[in-house]
């Protein structure tokens, strides 16, 4: 426990200090949303409507984006400056050290993402009152992304530039929970809040890809550092 966590603290600080921390994810996302109602009829009413039928969608796929987006370096450096090696030859399961990295990038980025999900709902005109159950749905649904990712960035590790390889090979994995999560945000928009089944299949889905994703991940680290 005391290298799973020592591991949890460091990947924590780094992901919250490298570069721009989780504003970088942050600003893409943001601005993914942002370009939608330019893209649309200038009418006032048409336009309103359109983006009420688009928003939940948009947020989604771009909260998706933003994921791929966060996965390519998180197990790069490790790889490139002898992290991994260390990892293997630690006491803790090579799972546990995976889980402790993917739950920090989760904290680090994926709940200040989800955060900023619900100004994003309020501006695709999403009603107020849901913006925040939107946040909570977001907030899940990155943990799911961040747990189906974790092979991808695995196998990707050793290649440079590979975030189009993890986006090929994580994609199929992240279609349930943006579907879901799609659903939950849209009842919680028309008031029937999140005890919905979308949003408990959600919930499942984030469970199961945090215990198998470090599991799967863990192996094809071991195969490279083969």
Known sequence: MIAVLALF????????????GPAAPIGFFLGTVAL???????????????????????????????????????????????????????????EALVLAKALALWIAVGLPLAAAAAPAAIMLQIPAASAPLVSIAVAVGMLAFIGAGLVGAAAAAGIKRAGVLIALVSAPFF??????GA????????????????????????????????????????????
């Open 175 to 180: 279609a349930p929970p943006a579907l879901f």
């Open 9 to 20: 603290r460091r990947d924590l600080a780094i992901a919250w200090g490298a570069g721009a």
């Open 36 to 94: 939608v109602p330019l893209t649309m009829d200038a009418q006032r009413a048409s336009l309103l409507e359109s983006l009420r039928n688009v928003g939940i969608p948009v947020i989604w796929i771009a909260a998706a984006l933003a994921a791929f987006m966060i996965l390519e370096r998180l197990f790069q450096a490790d790889l490139e400056e002898g992290g991994l090696e260390q990892m293997l030859l630690s006491p803790a399961p090579l």
């Open 183 to 226: 659903a939950a945000c849209e009842a919680a928009a028309q008031g029937l809040g999140l005890g919905t089944p979308a949003f408990q299949l959600l919930c499942g889905i984030a469970v199961l890809a945090a215990a198998l994703g470090p599991i799967a991940a863990a192996a094809a680290l071991r195969l490279q550092a083969e």
